[in-house]
Every structure is written in structure tokens, then in C-alpha cells.
């Protein structure tokens, strides 16, 4: 069985732990799967729109793995937040290559205020989702034909489109995908081979 390939959008001034957090989630997943002698069942790209470092929020800098264009078929994308959310809806090279690839992946989940994103391009109209607890109100004015934001979830998950709450959130998405895909057992070490005390139930599925 091959390893999915899951995506995560790296973008000037995205958050570090939007991208870290669920990145070392898979990563950690895929490592205890191969140290039993299995297969790993993720394999874990950082995407950007060129193939140039970007600078996270605070200055650290992100080297891509590839490019959203030329990753080839991905089975989940990931789309980070950041701070200055409006900049990164104004990035039109940005929206664009996050709509092209979205397009071709069954999955697409966001971490934190890169719901706003997933909002933009047309991915949260009847569907319910979540964000930061502090941008709720604001991204719920912006979808149309919404049902609407929910404070305070760790994460939603509407089939084909995911939304998690800020930042340490986007681990809780992140083992929620480790236990929707290769199950709750390894999704419950995972948690305890990071040291995050993680509730299943503590989102929403749909």
C-alpha cells in the first residue's frame, strides 16, 4: 500500500507551528510505523508557490520541497495560517497555485486563520468549520451560505474539507488524520511518542 502524500503550503510570514506542528505529527507517525518493520503510511512535503525559501512569522526561514505546481497528486493539502491573514489572501500567485492544487486533492484541511484561505477560494459554503476562536466572527462574515464557525473545537471535519482551531490545534487536526487514516491506535502513540495530551473527541465531525 503506498504512503499518502499530504502537502503543507509554506507562504511569507506563515505561522511556525501551523506548518510544524502538523508536519511533525505525520512525520513521528510514519517513524514509529517503520520502526515496527511497516510501511509508513504518510509521506510529507512542504509546498510553496516557487521553489525559493519564504520567511516565517518572527524571521526563520522555509525551504520548499517542491512546488505547489509540480507536486504531483497529493491525497491531502494542508494550509497553514498566519498573523497578517489579508496579506496572504492578497498574494494572488499564492490563491492561485492553493486553488489549482485543492482542486485535484480529495482532502484539503487548514490550520488556524488559513481557513480564511480555504474560505476565499469557495471551500467552506455549506459546510460547517472553525478557525481561530478570535476570528470567528470575522471569517463568518466573509462566507457566504455558510453554516457557520464554531468556537472553541479543536477541529471540524467535513469530509473532504478539514478546519482546525489556532495553532496547537493544528496538532489535534493533525492526529485526528493520523487516526481517520491509519487509525486510532497509532494516532494514541503517536500523541504519546510527542508528549501531547490529545482528546479524540475534542472536534467535530460532520
Do not use: K
Not at 22 to 33: D, K
Not at 102 to 110: F, I, K, L, Q, Y
Not at 146 to 166: F, I
Request: hydrophobic share 45%; net charge negative.
Amino acid at each position: 500500500m503506498r504512503a499518502m502524500r499530504i502537502g503543507i503550503v509554506v507562504f511569507e510570514q506563515v505561522d511556525l507551528l501551523d506548518v510544524g506542528g502538523p508536519y511533525e505529527v505525520l512525520l513521528t507517525a510514519s517513524r514509529l510505523v517503520e520502526r515496527d518493520g511497516g510501511e509508513p503510511p504518510f509521506e510529507v512535503l512542504t509546498l510553496g508557490v516557487a521553489a525559493e525559501p519564504v520567511a516565517a512569522y518572527g524571521g526563520l526561514r522555509l525551504t520548499p520541497q517542491a512546488t505547489l505546481a509540480e507536486a504531483g497528486r497529493l491525497d491531502v493539502l494542508i494550509v497553514p495560517g498566519a498573523i497578517r491573514i489579508d496579506d496572504v489572501l492578497a498574494d494572488s500567485r499564492l490563491m492561485q497555485a492553493v486553488r489549482g492544487a485543492a482542486g485535484d486533492t480529495p482532502v484539503v484541511a487548514s490550520v488556524c486563520t488559513g481557513a480564511f484561505v480555504l474560505g476565499a477560494i469557495g471551500l467552506l459554503e455549506g459546510r460547517p468549520w472553525t478557525t481561530h476562536w478570535e476570528d470567528v466572527d470575522d471569517l463568518a462574515g466573509r462566507v457566504a451560505d455558510s453554516e457557520g464557525g464554531e468556537a472553541w473545537v479543536r477541529w471540524v471535519d467535513a469530509g473532504g474539507v478539514l478546519t482546525s482551531g489556532g495553532l496547537s490545534s493544528g496538532i489535534a487536526m493533525a492526529l485526528h488524520l493520523v487516526d481517520r487514516f491509519a487509525g486510532r491506535d497509532l494516532a494514541l502513540r503517536t500523541a504519546r511518542q510527542i508528549e501531547y495530551e490529545w482528546d479524540p473527541e475534542a472536534g467535530r465531525r460532520t
